[in-house]
Nanobody, 124 residues
Framework: QLQLAESGGGSVQPGGSLRLSCRGS????????VGWFRQVPGKEREGISC????????NYDDSVKGRFTISRDNAKNTVYLQMNNLKPEDTAVYYC?????????????????WGQGTLVAVSS
C-alpha cells in the first residue's frame, strides 16, 4: 500500500518557524508532483502548495505565499514545507499528498495518496 509520512509539526509562537517533511513509504516520490494541504476541524481540507517532480515548478495559495517554501530532495525521497512567520490562523493538521499520475502540479482534487497528517499549533 502506497503511503506518505509527514513529520515536523509542533507548537510554536506567532512569528516562529517550522519545517515539515513528507517521505514516501514503499514507493518513490521522485516521479510525482507533491502537494501540501491543511485542515482545521470543521472546515474542508485546503491545498496550500505544490511542487512538480523535478522541483522546477511550484505554486502557493495566497494565504501562505511569501511565508512558506516548498522544496524537495529526490535523493532522500522527501518533500519539505518550510513555514516562516507563522500566524495563529496557520494552526491546522497538515497533510502531504501525491498525484500518482502526474509529474506536474494539477488541480488539488487529483491528489490521491495521503499521509496521516501532522499538527501545527501557533499560539502565544
Amino acid at each position: 500500500q502506497l503511503q506518505l509520512a509527514e513529520s515536523g509539526g509542533g507548537s510554536v509562537q506567532p512569528g516562529g518557524s517550522l519545517r515539515l517533511s513528507c517521505r514516501g513509504s514503499r514507493f518513490t516520490l521522485n516521479n510525482y508532483a507533491v502537494g501540501w494541504f491543511r485542515q482545521v476541524p470543521g472546515k474542508e481540507r485546503e491545498g496550500i502548495s505544490c511542487i512538480s517532480s523535478s522541483g522546477d515548478s511550484t505554486n502557493y495559495d495566497d494565504s501562505v505565499k511569501g511565508r512558506f517554501t516548498i522544496s524537495r530532495d529526490n535523493a532522500k525521497n522527501t518533500v519539505y514545507l518550510q513555514m516562516n512567520n507563522l500566524k495563529p490562523e496557520d494552526t491546522a493538521v497538515y497533510y502531504c499528498a501525491t498525484d500518482p499520475v502526474s509529474r506536474l502540479c494539477r488541480p488539488y482534487e487529483y491528489f490521491e495518496v495521503w499521509g496521516q497528517g501532522t499538527l501545527v499549533a501557533v499560539s502565544s
